[in-house]
């Protein structure tokens, strides 16, 4: 039984993520299961997700995800190639998957696939250092870059899910198969919602402002997410500043993208003596070079006192199962037989492991224990230890 898989934080669920569910089946063949890597309890922006991962697994599963894998934190928080090569590495290591499939602005899969082969070239990452020597960030200078190789194909490139379907396709290589599915109703980041659709930041702000989202949110999902509470940073931001107002230059460039080769831990140490809320530290912090978002991201690596040295160079050294339905329990029979990793379906099934593993569910843990911090009602240490999959 040959499973799709997606690349996901559903945070929240959304009726655009069933969408992009029930697209894929009807693209692929009704019978195929899916699987999602999913990102834990804190997400690529920087911040904490709006609730908890095995309740948005679970809402993920009443969606129709068969099969609810953890994306591990270090690669759940880091920059899109990061994020891609961190999740593609789970979904790939299930054994059971050949085929990715990811939302797209453009639909244009061989468009896509053509920038992920220029972005591996050489002659490519050559133009990339030219751009980025001008003081161009990241996404301005990689635009210029592949604008040289392909021309008006770069374009895609301004589109936030078909800038990480190209990096899902570099990850994947010609090991899995990919469809692009057309991405409907709203932008990633907007604040103005559709008929059907609207974005996941939108939804968000809408929940913790306690505001109607029932158009968007299917009444199940909502129902699950008001017993769950929505967690907020503002609960953490003066232990995100205290923290922030402890570390020294060496301490911020031992985080990944740290930009210690030009110099930015001293300007981040500076903009921690001044800052008097987590915006203030992000806006003084902030270059032409380097965005908000890595900036929110090295504040996270830095409050859940994790380092460089904390990702595996190998990759994720587990696969977990975060929740399941029946389709998805005959996967994972499957998959004890032709996955690569360790699968944990009980937590205190990684005590048998390897320190590597060991070390990085220890890891996740402690992310955990952080999160709770982030609800009105804080919540006990040691839920990563004690909480089974979903199985629905």
């Known amino acids: ?13 959304h009726k ?12 692929l063949g009704s019978d195929r299961p899916i699987i999602c890597a ?19 697994a679970a809402l993920a599963l009443k969606g129709g995800a068969d099969l609810v894998l953890e994306l591990p934190l270090p690669w759940a928080i880091s920059s899109a190639e990061g994020f891609a090569r961190g999740a ?16 797209s602005e453009s639909g244009d899969l061989e468009r896509l696939r053509q920038i992920a082969v220029a972005l591996d070239d050489q002659g490519y990452r050559n133009a990339l250092h030219a751009e980025l020597d001008k003081g161009k960030s990241f996404a301005e200078a990689r635009q210029e870059a592949v604008l040289n190789f392909l021309g008006k194909a770069a374009n895609l490139l301004r589109g936030p899910n078909d800038s990480l379907g190209v990096e899902y396709l570099r990850a994947a290589g010609e090991e899995l198969d990919a469809v692009a599915v057309f991405r409907q109703g709203v932008s990633h980041d907007s604040n103005s919602p559709g008929i059907e659709f609207a974005s996941a930041s939108y939804l968000r702000e809408k929940l913790r402002r306690g505001e109607d989202v029932t158009l968007w949110i ?12 929505v967690a907020r940073m503002e609960h953490i931001e003066r232990a995100m500043l205290a ?63 994790m380092t460089e040295a904390d990702r595996p160079l190998g990759g994720p050294a587990y696969l977990r199962i975060l929740g399941m339905n029946g389709r998805g ?19 205190a099934h990684v005590r048998e ?5 060991q070390a990085l569910f220890a890891l996740e843990s402690q992310g955990t224990d952080l999160f709770g911090l982030c609800f009105d009602k804080i919540r006990p240490c040691g839920m990563d230890y004690t909480t089974g999959p979903v199985i629905l």
Not at 16 to 27: D, K, S, V
Not at 38 to 56: F, P
């Open 88 to 103: 593609v590495a789970v979904l790939r290591a299930a054994g059971v998957v050949d085929t990715l499939s990811f939302g």
């Open 353 to 357: 492991l390897g320190e590597e593993a």
């Open 16 to 27: 655009g993520h069933a969408y992009h569910i029930a697209e894929t089946r009807q693209l």
């Open 243 to 305: 923290r922030l107002r402890q570390m020294s230059e060496r301490d911020f460039a031992a985080l990944p993208d740290s930009g210690a080769a030009e110099g930015f831990p001293a300007r981040l140490v500076k903009a921690a003596e001044r800052a008097e809320s987590l915006e203030e530290f992000y806006s003084l912090a902030k270059t032409r070079r380097y965005a908000h978002a890595r900036i929110r991201r090295l504040s996270l690596w830095a409050f859940l006192h």
């Open 329 to 347: 329990k005959k996967l994972l029979r499957e998959m004890k037989e032709a996955a690569t990793l360790p699968v944990l379906t009980k937590p």
């Open 1 to 13: 039984m040959r499973a799709v898989g997606i690349v996901a934080e559903y945070n929240p669920f």
């Open 218 to 229: 299917e009444k199940c999902a909502l129902t699950e997410l008001k017993k769950t509470r």
């Open 38 to 56: 999913m990102s834990g309890n804190w997400v690529q922006r920087g911040e904490c997700a709006l609730t908890d991962k095995w309740t948005r």
